[in-house]
């Protein structure tokens, strides 16, 4: 076995340009393919951080009876209060909010928009929304009846900041409730639909609008990121974003696996290539096989070699790729990439939201293992032709012979 | 065609490609299997964008909008212009393929089956027939004509939210031009089903009558308009229609201008498919070129002998020129037929990817996203298809006829 590894590893280099332009596609192939997968995922985990810590929040804890299958519509008579929820850990990284649909009426325009009562003190260290304030002030917990809403929204119904709006919806005493509140701040969300069906005031107004109890809300909405999502209580249930939002869901995982199906035509494509080279070099020495068949080697002992040789060139490529991969990511981490590359520089839009995330990378240890595997795998592939042929032609020259 | 000389350089070019069958073709299918790939990854996000276009198109945006000044900034009804005969005439020329003159009016409905805002269009029923076929998608009664009185088109979310049929009626709710609320009582005369269910709990449809006597109290027998969304073929027609309504007080505006979330949506998609199609080439070109410098360095005794007879370095190059052009020919020809064959039967069949969301048909934005895509073989992938493989073969072959030659210079 140590000469078979000897002289299999001599052979490697017998022609060192060429096992170095092979080593070097295959470790800059692999290399792209680590970065490429760490930057779909980084990116992923970046959009979705930018966008849920916006306003949408990782989970919301609701009524089992809130929403209906289809998540976009929900029963605003289903509110809960926080006895529903026995684990109490849960409620420093989240909010409350009350919900309305409601009419907006300004001096030539109603207009329908989901009107969202907020604690204004917890939204603004959980969420990035006061951020989204492009005129005016956001919400201040000291004034009630104070209302933040959309650019576009208030171009539509021709308000400015200062002006009242008036604000009809359905209380949930089934009474018509109705109230007029102070245009504070609009918010700017890159001309995202949002703009135009979201309006903000505090919570405790709402809740005197619609006749709620003080201390029961509709959703808590959580801004943890990090801790694993719970399981639903008796009394209440755990929604995920994934499930409010599947548009946006869907979009990620779409781009989530776009980017392994280019990552597997790379290695489709180096493999091929491989496979010709592999082919050419093992044919190149067909002689000195027949010799070596001659002196005694056996086909399978040449096979053996052929296979040890591609074994060794495909671990230092595969070692150089993960090196480089790790590299590439890890500077990535410190340099983060501006998604906007894509776009030409135009904002993305996302949910009805603008976002601008940068792309830190986060190294995926799984990556690691599972792209040297499918390259490996590949290589095994590739390999089976040339020593098929070699050992075809080696047993017919020895019959030959 | 060819001078003597070079058409036995040609031959010679082509007996040193079968010299070698095996590889010859085994270089011309790796390069064919990633210009393959590559294009159908395009083709199919050509597919979908062009899917993705026409689901926002659809939804009563047209590729532009004109629209009146007012209107444009606030979307304050109140100052509609009337469609002249002129404008009329240029609308039905080319690039147009529709177009709708519509009023627009947001209002409300409440029931106790709860509350929505609508959009209520005022429309020609006769003009808004080439512009979309909502008459052709009623599912119950009929499509509107231009003199009835307070009779209303609904979609068949509304309707199955609100509990309607066809006779019923409903108060819709509203401010008119001077600002004042209002309420009328209009009749569902049909209900439709079209593009996405939110586009289909969002609009209405009335016709222009009704519409301005509801909104502006006076019907004066024009057709008049807020915006006039058009068909064209593309949004390659863009700098003609601005062109031709320049100075005429008019806003246009492309649906990507009104849809600013899903024209992120493909910027990014094609900024997505440069990079890979870079990587792709990058990829590619490394890994044929260690077999094409094989192949040209195992002639290195050859040529040596050639060049012993008196052929020049000057013809090597040609004779490598021919070899490159030959395989550019075979493998592009070989590439086009596989894309013809698998796009073109994807085409039709389509690509499902519902998959992804177990099924469930998803809306971003206000548009259905396609859930089965068909992938879009156009005149421009044959192009890129050439300029790949000619690029590819010509930086390996050029490369390994460079090298071999300086090799053969040391010797």
Known sequence: MKFLLKYSYRNLWRSPKRTLIMVLSLALGSAYIIWVLNFANSGSKEIMNEFLTQYAGNYQIVHPDYYENDKRKFNNFKTINDDLIPDKTLFEKSCQRVTAPVFISGEKKTLGVLLTGIEVEKEKLLTTLPKAIQQGN?????????????????????????????????????????????????????????????????????????????????????????????????????????????????????????TWLVSIIVVLVISLGLANTILITFFEREKEFYALNIIGARSSWIGKSLFLEIFMMGTLSLGLGIILGLLATTYFSYHPINIQMFTGGKPIIMGGMQIQPLVKFYPVTKYFWQVPLLIYTFLALTMIYPLFRVMKRSKYAISAH | MLKNENKYLFKFAWKNIQQNPGRSVFIGLSVCLAVVLAVWVVSFFDGLDHQIEQAVVNTNTGYFQIQEPLFSKTTDSSKPLALTDALKEKLSQKPYKGYSPELVLDGNISTPEGATGLVVLGIDPAIQKSFLPISKSIISGEFIHSKDDYSVVIGQELASFFKFHVGDTFVLNYQDVKGELRSEILSIKGIYHYNSKSFEKKFIYINQKTWQTIFLNQYNGQILFNRIPVMTENLSSEFEVKKQFENQNLVIKSWKQLNPEMAVVLEFHNGMIKFFLIIIGITITMTIMTPVQMLWQERLRELKMMNILGISSRKFWKIGLFEVIQMILLSSSFSILCLTIIIGVQSQTGVDFRFLNDGVSIERAGIKLPGIIYPKLMGEQIYFTLLFVCMVLMISYCWSIHRTLKKLGEN
């Open chain 1, 138 to 258: 956001f919400l201040s917990s000291s004034n009630s009846n104070q209302i933040v809403l959309g650019k576009r929204l208030a171009e539509r119904i021709d308000i400015k900041i200062g002006d009242e709006v008036a604000l009809i919806g359905q209380a949930l005493d089934g009474s018509i409730a109705n109230e007029i509140m102070q245009v504070v701040g609009l918010l700017d969300f890159g001309g995202g639909d949002f703009e135009e069906t979201l309006a903000f005031t505090d919570i405790n107004s709402l809740r005197i609008f619609l006749a709620m109890n003080p201390n029961s809300y509709h959703q808590r909405v959580s801004f943890d990121m990090k801790r694993e999502i719970p399981e639903s209580f008796p009394l209440a249930k755990i929604v995920k974003w994934t499930e409010i939002l599947p548009e946006i869901s869907v979009s990620i995982r779409f781009i989530d696996n776009f």
